[in-house]
């Protein structure tokens, strides 16, 4: 006998604390737009310097799928902006 599990909704908090966050809310809140369809909800804010991604989700898969996609683009998106600083 299996069990169904039940999943209402899901929510994930990144917190990113670098001089850099309103730069990488910028490029991310381009992303966090897109139109349908939508696996969830995405909000980006800058708290004290700090670059906040909440992502929220109604299916584990939704929450799943987000979340690796801003991890992603928040590791190029720095990667980026350290090689430019190599440079200056």
Do not use: W
Not at 10 to 24: H, N, S, T, Y
Not at 34 to 50: R, S, T
Not at 51 to 62: A, D, K, R, T
Request: glycine share 4%; charged share 20%.
């Amino acid at each position: 006998m299996s069990k169904k599990i039940l999943f209402k909704k899901g929510l994930v908090k990144i917190r990113i604390c670098d001089p850099v966050a309103p730069v990488l809310m910028s490029s991310l809140r381009v992303e966090a737009s897109q139109p349908q369809p939508q696996k969830g909800n995405v909000n980006i804010k800058v708290e004290n310097e700090c670059l906040v991604v909440e992502i929220s989700s109604n299916s584990i898969s939704g929450l799943r799928a987000l979340t690796n996609s801003f991890l992603y683009l928040i590791h190029a998106a720095l990667s980026s902006l350290r090689s430019v600083e190599k440079f200056k």
